[in-house]
């Protein structure tokens, strides 16, 4: 691969993510102060994420037989920076819901398409891959830490930086190299949904991972949308900042995995994943800067547990459970399920229980509040220990 297409698709990823990790973590906050919300509306904002990414798969099944990669990407980008900046000029939550909908619409099939296009253009994907992505874990660190910075993360701001960074990216879009279509025939609605791929629920323990994947979800959303409210209402100052040695630490275990793949195997990795979000929930329950500051620490430094340890070893299982010719439906499957279904009705309930544990002078009870998604945790840990199979995961297909 030619250095300068390397650089070009460094920049594209480290642009979307950028992008995104703008507005993501931070919007829960804006949308308390700003717009005045109640946790309902604020689970409801979260939720549209979710919808749009039941839904993108449809939009990129469109784009695959129509037009080139990087066209689209280019013009859902620059679509997206115009609902910015409506969004920006809104003040009430009900119109807000109805555009980072049609926002999150235009978001979440680039997810997919940033991907898409590296692989076409990378000669090794397990060696070249990982280089372009880390990029963007590395923008999402950038951004947080600059919005902490400056101090702006319950401010427009938020999305006032994702817009030029959305324009920026939508006009670059047009120069990475072509990528034109590949599909080709007509739509098939269950190819979409990888239904092809639902021939791995013959498999006991695979259907123990995905029911799992998906409760696990719930819990994932709860952090995204109200850690950084919580670490606030807990006294914690430059909270984007150390909420950013997060994604630090999911650089690190990202390096680990090969060691503990080893050591620990499948399900004593999806284990342990599962564990530290137990931990990690009560940490940000319990953790207080005045008095217990570490504790909080201890909550943001195991996201690279939690997510790498379940997360990124669930694809790993994924791939190594479905054969050849339904390994893409296999991730579209989980991704739908997961980042769609699951964290959709996380979304939802994480609104409700804040809005249950929030008095009529707006003081939230996060204790109240991370001890759901412990609990949920807990139990999605008994479910994994009981009828998951260690002997049955180490098959290559089923």
């Given at each position: 691969?030619?250095?300068?297409?390397?650089?070009?698709?460094?920049?594209?990823?480290?642009?979307?993510?950028?992008?995104?990790?703008?507005?993501?973590?931070?919007?829960?906050?804006?949308?308390?102060?700003?717009?005045?919300?109640?946790?309902?509306?604020?689970?409801?904002?979260?939720?549209?994420?979710?919808?749009?990414?039941?839904?993108?798969?449809?939009?990129?099944?469109?784009?695959?037989?129509?037009?080139?990669?990087?066209?689209?990407?280019?013009?859902?980008?620059?679509?997206?920076?115009?609902?910015?900046?409506?969004?920006?000029?809104?003040?009430?939550?009900?119109?807000?819901?109805?555009?980072?909908?049609?926002?999150?619409?235009?978001?979440?099939?680039?997810?997919?398409?940033?991907?898409?296009?590296?692989?076409?253009?990378?000669?090794?994907?397990?060696?070249?891959?990982?280089?372009?992505?880390?990029?963007?874990?590395?923008?999402?660190?950038?951004?947080?830490?600059?919005?902490?910075?400056?101090?702006?993360?319950?401010?427009?701001?938020?999305?006032?930086?994702?817009?030029?960074?959305?324009?920026?990216?939508?006009?670059?879009?047009?120069?990475?190299?072509?990528?034109?279509?590949?599909?080709?025939?007509?739509?098939?609605?269950?190819?979409?949904?990888?239904?092809?791929?639902?021939?791995?629920?013959?498999?006991?323990?695979?259907?123990?991972?995905?029911?799992?994947?998906?409760?696990?979800?719930?819990?994932?959303?709860?952090?995204?949308?109200?850690?950084?409210?919580?670490?606030?209402?807990?006294?914690?100052?430059?909270?984007?900042?150390?909420?950013?040695?997060?994604?630090?630490?999911?650089?690190?275990?990202?390096?680990?995995?090969?060691?503990?793949?080893?050591?620990?195997?499948?399900?004593?990795?999806?284990?342990?994943?599962?564990?530290?979000?137990?931990?990690?929930?009560?940490?940000?329950?319990?953790?207080?800067?005045?008095?217990?500051?570490?504790?909080?620490?201890?909550?943001?430094?195991?996201?690279?547990?939690?997510?790498?340890?379940?997360?990124?070893?669930?694809?790993?299982?994924?791939?190594t459970k479905a054969g050849d010719s339904i390994k893409a439906q296999a991730q579209g499957l989980i991704t739908l399920a997961t980042y769609g279904l699951g964290m959709g009705i996380g979304s939802w309930l994480g609104g409700q229980v804040v809005a249950a544990n929030t008095n009529a002078d707006k003081v939230t009870d996060w204790l109240s509040v991370w001890t759901v998604p412990a609990a949920i945790a807990a139990g999605v840990?008994?479910?994994?220990?009981?009828?998951?199979?260690?002997?049955?995961?180490?098959?290559?297909?089923?």
């Open positions: 691969m030619k250095s300068s297409v390397r650089i070009q698709l460094m920049l594209m990823m480290f642009l979307q993510f950028f992008t995104w990790g703008s507005w993501y973590g931070q919007m829960s906050v804006y949308l308390g102060k700003q717009l005045n919300a109640t946790g309902d509306q604020i689970g409801n904002a979260y939720l549209a994420f979710s919808i749009a990414m039941i839904i993108s798969p449809f939009i990129g099944a469109v784009a695959d037989r129509y037009f080139a990669a990087q066209k689209v990407l280019g013009v859902l980008n620059l679509i997206g920076a115009g609902l910015l900046f409506i969004l920006s000029q809104i003040t009430d939550t009900t119109s807000f819901f109805w555009v980072i909908l049609a926002y999150c619409l235009c978001f979440a099939p680039c997810i997919a398409l940033t991907t898409s296009i590296s692989m076409r253009h990378i000669a090794s994907p397990e060696k070249d891959f990982p280089t372009i992505r880390v990029m963007g874990t590395l923008a999402w660190i950038a951004v947080t830490n600059l919005i902490g910075f400056l101090n702006v993360g319950d401010q427009v701001t938020i999305f006032q930086i994702s817009i030029v960074t959305s324009l920026i990216l939508g006009l670059l879009a047009f120069t990475l190299p072509n990528t034109p279509p590949r599909a080709t025939g007509p739509i098939n609605v269950g190819q979409i949904i990888g239904a092809d791929a639902f021939t791995l629920f013959k498999n006991r323990s695979f259907v123990i991972f995905f029911i799992a994947s998906v409760l696990i979800c719930i819990p994932l959303s709860f952090y995204y949308a109200y850690a950084n409210p919580s670490l606030r209402a807990s006294g914690m100052e430059f909270v984007e900042n150390k909420m950013s040695l997060g994604q630090v630490s999911e650089v690190v275990f990202m390096l680990l995995i090969p060691l503990a793949f080893s050591r620990l195997g499948v399900k004593w990795m999806l284990a342990v994943g599962l564990i530290a979000w137990i931990i990690r929930f009560l940490c940000f329950g319990y953790g207080d800067a005045n008095t217990g500051e570490w504790i909080l620490y201890v909550a943001i430094l195991l996201h690279g547990v939690c997510f790498d340890f379940f997360f990124v070893t669930g694809q790993i299982y994924t791939d840990l008994v479910l994994f220990l009981l009828f998951f199979s260690e002997k049955s995961a180490k098959s290559a297909t089923v």
